[in-house]
C-alpha cells in the first residue's frame, strides 16, 4: 500500500526567504507526482506535475524534483510571499496496486508573514 | 472552458437520508476522479472512471456509496442510507490521459450529516 508524508506539517516564514517542502513516498514504482495548493476551505490548484521519468519541473517561482528511488521530492519556493500562504499537498499516482490509484500526502500549512 | 464544476456546493441532510453529487470534467478529459477530504487530511481516492468505465474503487467505497458516469462525460456520486461519518469534502477532478494527465480539481461539495 503507497504511503505519502509531509513534512512539515506546519511552516511559518518571513516574507521574501526561500523554503523546500518535503513529500516522501513508500512504493518507487510510481506513474508520476504532482504538487497542489489548496486554499482553506477550496479546492486543489495544480502547481506541477513529475512524470516519473523526470527529474524536476519549474514553473516561475516553484521548482519541483523527484527522486523516484529514493521515494522523495521536494517543492522549492523561491522569495515567498505572503500570497503562498496556503495548504500544499503532494499526490503520488501509482504503485505496486496499479498506475490508476492517487495517494495524497496530509499536506504542509504554509503561512508567510509580511 | 469554465474547468470543473460541481454541484451542490454544500448539502445539509439528516442521517439515513440518500444524496446525490455531480461533477462535470473539463470537456474531452476522459479521466475523472472522486475524492474525499476530511478537515487537516489529504483527499482520499474513492475512485476512478475513463471514459464511462470504471476502473478502480477504493475499498473506502462502501456498498451505500456508487458512482455512474454514463455517458463518458459528466458524473454521479450517490450516498445512501447517510451517516454521520459520511460528513466531509467531496472532491472530482479530471485530466486527459493523452496529455500529462494532470488533474484539476473541482470546488468540492461540503457535507453535512446531522
Known amino acids: 500500500k503507497q504511503e505519502v508524508t509531509q513534512i512539515p506539517a506546519a511552516l511559518s516564514v518571513p516574507e521574501g526567504e526561500n523554503l523546500v517542502l518535503n513529500c516522501s513516498f513508500t512504493d518507487s514504482a510510481i506513474y508520476n507526482l504532482q504538487w497542489f495548493r489548496q486554499d482553506p476551505g477550496k479546492g486543489l490548484t495544480s502547481l506541477l506535475l513529475?512524470?516519473?521519468?523526470?527529474r524536476e519541473q519549474t514553473s516561475g517561482r516553484l521548482n519541483a524534483s523527484l527522486d523516484k528511488s529514493s521515494g522523495r521530492s521536494t517543492l522549492y519556493i523561491a522569495a515567498s510571499q505572503p500570497g503562498d500562504s496556503a495548504t500544499y499537498l503532494c499526490?503520488?499516482?501509482?504503485?505496486?496496486?496499479?498506475?490508476?490509484?492517487?495517494?495524497f500526502g496530509t499536506g504542509t500549512k504554509l503561512q508567510v508573514i509580511p | 472552458d469554465t474547468g470543473v464544476s460541481q454541484d451542490p456546493r454544500h448539502k445539509i441532510t439528516k442521517r439515513g437520508q440518500n444524496v446525490t453529487f455531480r461533477c462535470d470534467p473539463i470537456s474531452e478529459h476522459n479521466r475523472l476522479y472522486w475524492y474525499r477530504q476530511t478537515l487537516g487530511q489529504g483527499p482520499e481516492f474513492l475512485t476512478y472512471?475513463?471514459?464511462?468505465?470504471?476502473?478502480?474503487k477504493s475499498r473506502l467505497l462502501s456498498d451505500r456509496f456508487s458512482a455512474e458516469r454514463p455517458k463518458g462525460s459528466f458524473s454521479t456520486l450517490e450516498i445512501q442510507r447517510t451517516e454521520q461519518g459520511d460528513s466531509a469534502m467531496y472532491l472530482c477532478a479530471s485530466s486527459l490521459a493523452a496529455s500529462s494527465d494532470t488533474q484539476y480539481f473541482g470546488p468540492g461539495t461540503r457535507l453535512t450529516v446531522l
Open positions: 513529475i512524470q516519473s521519468s523526470q
Open positions: 472512471f475513463q471514459n464511462e468505465a470504471q476502473l478502480e
Open positions: 499526490a503520488v499516482r501509482g504503485g505496486s496496486g496499479g498506475y490508476q490509484k492517487v495517494t
